[in-house]
């Protein structure tokens, strides 16, 4: 046993070099990997090429690590908050089809034929109906979201500035911006909300 410990002290001094110059290897150049970004992509269609362009906020997060100062946090969910565009009336739609949007993850891809409905893909990140056996844990349960809120109004219209854009709740979300970025309509969101707050969705109906 002694033999063995004296091996591995006398090993330590060589093999940790190595792992320290391994942790100490710097990021790329913003401007490196813009580069390899857009030459990656090839015969996009009309238009795709600007997606390519990474808005203030996201420049920002991408630098940071998506661990932005917290001056630089303010500042991304104080512009971002500008950029929702609430719904006349009720931020509430049909929970029914907010539930067709919460299972599609089609769209968004340059191979869409045209006139192809995104959906929110909300299962990929989230458990929401109980009963659902397949669902992403990268963001947090909402099973009984709305019911935990006592369906409040207030809750619903925060709910629907989310969905719209995350950035306007919290600096560098990792959850898409789906009105911001036209991802889903005004109508799909409602139905998002309302999958989320209505009394009658599977989503408020946690099992006993």
């Not at 580069?35 to 997060?61: H, N, Q, Y």
């Not at 929970?95 to 599609?104: F, L, M, R, T, Y």
């Not at 947090?140 to 709910?159: C, H, I, M, Q, T």
Request: net charge neutral; with cysteine; glycine share 8%.
């Amino acid at each position: 046993m002694k033999t063995i410990i004296i091996a591995a002290a006398l090993l330590l001094p060589q093999i940790a070099p190595g792992i320290a110059f391994a942790q100490q290897i710097p990021p790329a150049p913003p401007a490196v990997v813009d580069k390899v970004v857009k030459e990656s992509f090839t015969k996009l269609p009309d238009g795709w090429a600007a997606r390519l362009v990474p808005d203030e906020t996201m420049e920002i997060c991408s630098v940071t690590r998506n661990q932005p100062s917290a001056k630089q946090a303010e500042a991304i969910m104080a512009r971002e908050a500008k950029t929702v565009k609430y719904p006349q009336g009720s931020v509430l739609g049909d929970w029914k089809k907010g539930a067709e949007v919460a299972q599609n993850g089609r769209g968004g891809q340059f191979s869409d034929p045209p006139g192809t409905v995104s959906g929110g893909n909300c299962y990929a990140c989230h458990q929401m109906d109980p009963k659902e056996v397949s669902y992403g844990t990268l963001g947090p349960s909402l099973v009984n979201y709305g019911g935990e809120r006592k369906f409040s109004a207030e809750d619903a219209k925060a709910a629907y500035a989310k969905v719209y854009n995350a950035q306007a709740v919290f600096a560098c979300s990792p959850m898409p911006r789906f009105g911001h970025n036209g991802v889903l309509s005004e109508e799909q969101m409602k139905d998002v909300v309302a999958y989320l707050f209505d009394p009658n969705s599977p989503v408020n109906k946690p099992a006993k």
